[in-house]
């Protein structure tokens, strides 16, 4: 282990400590959460799905940051990118529960999703995580995938947040091999769609925070994406 893993390492618990151990801290998270939905959307995606990044970079080439990384556009794109998918889960979670109750026998799923763990928040749960990652993730991990190709044209400069993406010249250059095979087929039904499921059974104002956290495992499935490229 080297002294930037001991580093982040100690980083992360002192940054997390203060939740654990600190009512008042929770509580403020909490009414942070409900009062401003969206930003707080923006921070949690914007640090914890950078941090992902950092640390897939960690494992491809042994340092959590280089020049040409971009660190700050990485920040504020991610940020975005997480007011998109909070927006996304919100209206997931309500109309596909909606849809069940009207087209099937999932009687009393709406109100299940709004209550304690139980098997019909599970199953709304998953149909909600079923949906979202067939129709909605693939849009947005393409979206993603070019911001960051567009990111690494400017060599990481916050210039890039100004400057036009040229989509279609990324979308050509993608490699949607790996796209396709690795990141669509593999990681949406091994790792999303049971991840989101979790998600969806969480309190409310965990699921944006714990979908952010999955995010730092998408850092990693990144990583493993530009290694199998290689």
Known sequence: MKKSDFLVIVIVILVLLPFFISKPVYDTFCSLTANYPLWMAFLKFGI???????????????????KGFGLFPKFIVWGLLGMWIALAMSVFKVGIPAFMEKASCFAGVTDAMKSDFTWLKLAGAFFVSVMMNTSFAPVFMT???????????????????????????????????????????????????????????????????????CSIILGLFLSIAAMKKQ
């Open 48 to 66: 914890l799905a950078t941090f992902g990044e950092m640390l897939g970079q960690r494992i491809k080439t042994g340092q959590y940051y280089h």
């Open 143 to 213: 979206v993603h995938k070019i911001c960051d190709m567009h990111i690494a044209e400017h060599d990481g400069r916050a210039v890039s947040l100004i400057r036009p993406v040229q989509v279609r010249q990324h979308i050509q250059n993608l490699n949607w091999d790996v796209q396709w095979n690795f990141v669509f087929k593999k990681t949406i039904p091994l790792f999303w769609i049971p991840a989101h499921t979790l998600t969806f059974c969480l309190p409310g104002e965990f699921q944006v925070l714990f979908a952010a956290f």
